[in-house]
């Protein structure tokens, strides 16, 4: 058995029977939503290459995708728009993400294990891992679902969208990227405060 499994074990008890493990996806990037996952297994369920969803390429992503969906005893997402990362900030529309993501589960944690240092309310006691999903199993399981599920969400944007390549950079500020934006304008996928304050930086011309 793995480490990451193993850490998520030494936290089950006769009081903690289920673990879930979340993260998010989208964070950083200029255009798109924020996505959550959460989800749990059970003691005995692991797979070697689950792991931070950034440290595997997108095949392999995929696949693993596929395989914690048909082995987790429940999983759940939450998504929130880039309109609505603007009127609460980002910080707030991933810990939104999170809690949506798990009253997605269809059986209830008794732990709930989050990624990074900042955690959403809620009446299941939470615990937050700084780098969790290069820790736990279950956190890196549901970094897995929510990038494969935003990278999915921009491939299809991208549709609409070619010129900004989100294909390739799935909404991130490649230079190509803020090259596009520059030549194009904004489309109304962009989170536009992201937009001006990456662009501003590069002492580019104001696009708002």
């Not at 297994?41 to 995708?65: A, C, G, M, V, Y």
């Not at 309109?83 to 269809?106: D, H």
């Not at 990074?116 to 679902?145: H, L, Y």
């Amino acid at each position: 058995m793995n480490t990451l499994k193993t850490f998520d074990n030494k936290f089950l008890s006769r009081k903690i029977k289920l673990l879930s493990g979340v993260d998010e996806a989208g964070r950083g990037p200029i255009a798109g939503p924020v996505v959550a996952a959460a989800v749990i297994f059970n003691k005995k369920t692991f797979h070697k290459e689950i792991n931070d969803s950034k440290q595997i390429p997108e095949k392999k992503r995929e696949e693993l995708f596929d395989w914690i969906i048909k082995n987790c005893l429940c999983y759940g997402v939450g998504i929130i728009d880039h309109l609505e990362i603007e009127e609460i900030n980002i910080l707030q529309a991933s810990l939104k993400a999170m809690k949506i993501a798990v009253s997605q589960l269809s059986k209830r944690p008794n732990l709930i294990l989050i990624d990074g240092n900042k955690s959403f309310t809620s009446k299941i006691e939470t615990k937050t891992i700084v780098k969790g999903d290069a820790k736990s199993f279950s956190i890196a399981a549901a970094s897995i679902i929510a990038k494969v599920t935003r990278d999915k969400i921009m491939l299809e944007a991208h549709e609409n969208f070619p010129m900004y390549s989100w294909n390739h950079n799935k909404g991130y500020a490649t230079l190509e990227h803020r090259i596009a934006v520059k030549k194009f304008g904004a489309s109304p996928f962009h989170r536009k405060s992201f937009l001006s304050r990456i662009l501003n930086a590069e002492n580019q011309e104001k696009l708002f």
